[in-house]
């Protein structure tokens, strides 16, 4: 049964850099055709996709947030990492990471539990 | 950017009632729309995909119809726990993934 964790900050500075990372059991991060992404919610609010990951050649991210997203991936650990940069208020929000299929099969079948992280001085 | 738009925002219904939640896409995602249920403090579950395949261990009294851009969850019967706030996704058109604002459903 595959599993999803994140685990990173629960706290970030106005203007820092938000770094979480996702750690995947029960499964293989390499197993194909899968993506892994992060989507996030403000407290109160709906949902908002981030960016999704295949490879370190094949990303993907939302042009909402300007180009202020890194993803990377480490197979051999079995984990995929978010960076988000110059936050403000704006960025606090439960944030998940999952787990979707390739074009045409990109709903997500595997969330994690999600973790809260709060932008604030 | 493919523009979800969900209605009603709050749906109030009796237990045992018929629920219907609809969901408009701002153009074509043909049929990748999936259908999400979240309670207080959980992740969402995924519910419905391709428009109206139920998600594995989901039970037949949610079911998912398409017609052009318009797209519907239907809840047969409500149960308990079936009280949660649902969220369309277009997953034709990205990137963005974009999802609806939501529906919640409460009990009436």
């Known amino acids: 049964h595959l599993q999803l964790q994140e685990s990173g900050p629960g706290l970030v500075r106005p203007s820092e850099t938000l770094s979480l990372t996702c750690t995947v059991s029960g499964g293989s991060i390499s197993s194909s055709p899968y993506y892994w992404g992060w989507i996030r919610q403000p407290p109160g609010k709906g949902l908002e996709w981030i960016g999704s990951i295949y490879s370190s050649e094949n990303t993907y991210d939302n042009p909402s947030l300007k180009s202020r997203v890194t993803l990377s991936i480490d197979k051999s650990k079995n984990q995929f990492s978010l960076k988000l940069n110059s936050v403000t208020a704006a960025d606090t929000a439960v944030y998940y990471c999952?787990?979707?299929?390739?074009?045409?099969?990109?709903?997500?079948?595997?969330w994690g539990q999600g973790t809260l992280v709060t932008v604030s001085s | 950017e493919t523009i979800m738009t969900q209605s009603p925002a709050t749906l109030s219904v009796s237990a045992g009632e018929r629920a219907t939640l609809s969901c408009r896409a701002s153009?074509?995602?043909?049929?990748?729309l999936a259908w999400y249920q979240q309670k207080p403090g959980q992740a969402p579950r995924l519910l419905i995909y391709g428009a109206s395949t139920r998600a594995t261990g989901i039970p037949a009294r949610f079911s998912g119809s398409a017609s052009g851009t318009e797209f519907t969850l239907t809840i047969s019967s409500l149960q308990p726990e079936d009280f949660a706030v649902y969220y369309c996704?277009?997953?034709?058109?990205?990137?963005?993934?974009?999802f609806g604002q939501g529906t919640k459903v409460e009990i009436k």
């Open positions: 999952a787990r979707h299929g390739a074009r045409g099969y990109s709903y997500v079948d595997y």
């Open positions: 996704q277009q997953y034709n058109n990205w990137p963005p993934v974009t």
């Open positions: 153009q074509s995602v043909s049929r990748n």
